[in-house]
């Protein structure tokens, strides 16, 4: 399929024709929409004839720096939510690029906006386009990319479209006042990856407790690591300077300080509240159930976890951030729809011994 046309908009950099590059999109479906812009609501008639103006989705509309590249190599947003990536340096392998998108995702997360993790399924490749564009771009492996390469080459159904009529939006000033919000709080607490955050948050609203859990307790012992480095450990410095193998033993020795001892230090020195510590000692237990008897995990011990990972985030940052609430929001989850219905299975027993069932294995 020919790229879209020029819409009469200034390039927005001139860069050489089709540098490769990684694309990762917001999740859920959401536009990012340049200042004083009216968001794109497409005709219902376009949409079932396939005739809108596909090159509104593809076009550049600003820019972030990358640190670890040259000044003059940006990360490039588009529209659609599309967030190209340069492959370069040690970005040319996938999986570098798989962990950059999550940082910036855990950024907006932290800074209010609740986008979701991306794995290899999600990210795909592209190219720049005559300095406007990223065109074309894989169908990638995941509901996501597949749906994004759709929309973008004018191939998705009616019900594909239909999400073009009136799509979430976020206009891009807001979307950098967040990015920047986020990346505030993880330039503080240099020890905790983004990935396992953004994962554990994602795979909280989904409903996969075990999966969720396993991540947020990562982002849990990284977080108890840093409140023990930054509160305790100076203070026995302080105190025990004719000690000074004692203190390294404090920082260094995971077996004589273990994760369970450091939260209770924390804990009798005021350091981690009451209420956290509730929350953090089943999840601990549970989490140990999970990894030596495949015990899974319950939502109540999940979704406590992740309000102590809030709550120790913002000790670290020495002050509480409002976004928290907006994180834990139940309009972001997807529950249970069965768990309200009245179910006798009287047809299914039925069916059941009509047909002999007997189980292949011992369940």
């Not at 075990?210 to 100076?234: C, G, H, M, R």
């Amino acid at each position: 399929m020919a790229p879209p046309k020029k819409t009469g908009k200034k390039d927005f950099a001139q860069l050489p024709r089709n540098e490769q590059c990684w694309v990762a999109y917001l999740y859920p479906f959401t536009l990012i929409v340049p200042d004083g812009e009216r968001p794109l609501e497409v005709p219902l008639d376009e949409i079932n004839n396939n005739s809108y103006d596909h090159g509104q989705l593809c076009r550049i509309i600003g820019a972030l720096t990358i640190q670890e590249l040259q000044q003059d190599l940006q990360l490039l947003l588009c529209y659609d939510g599309a967030l190209a990536l340069p492959a370069i340096g040690k970005y040319q392998r996938k999986e570098a690029a798989v962990n950059y998108f999550n940082e910036v995702f855990a950024c907006l997360l932290l800074g209010g906006f609740r986008p979701e993790a991306v794995d290899t399924r999600d990210v795909v490749s592209g190219s720049l386009h005559e300095s406007r564009l990223i065109w074309p771009v894989e169908f990638g492996n995941s509901a996501s990319s597949l749906m994004h390469a759709k929309l973008r080459m004018r191939l998705g159904s009616s019900i594909d479209n239909i999400i073009l009529s009136k799509p979430s939006h976020l206009y891009l000033s807001l979307f950098k006042e967040q990015l920047r919000a986020g990346q505030a709080i993880f330039s503080q607490i240099r020890n905790l990856t983004p990935t396992f955050l953004i994962t554990g948050f994602t795979e909280l609203k989904y409903n996969n407790w075990s999966t969720a859990l396993s991540n947020l307790w990562i982002s849990v012992e990284q977080l108890t690591d840093f409140l023990w480095n930054e509160k305790v450990v100076p203070q026995q410095k302080a105190v025990m300077t004719g000690f000074p193998n004692r203190v390294r033993s404090m920082k260094e020795d995971s077996r004589t300080w273990s994760t369970t001892i450091k939260h209770e230090v924390l804990f009798q020195n005021g350091v981690i509240p009451e209420a956290v510590f509730a929350w953090i000692y089943p999840a601990r237990q549970a989490r140990n159930k999970l990894v030596h008897e495949g015990q899974a995990i319950e939502e109540q011990t999940a979704t406590d976890l992740s309000k102590a990972v809030l709550q120790l985030i913002a000790i670290c940052v020495g002050q509480d951030f409002e976004q928290a609430r907006e994180i834990l929001a139940p309009k972001n989850g997807y529950r249970n729809h069965f768990q309200k219905w009245e179910n006798s299975f009287e047809d299914w027993r039925a069916l059941s011994a009509k047909l002999s069932i007997k189980p292949d294995f011992g369940v």
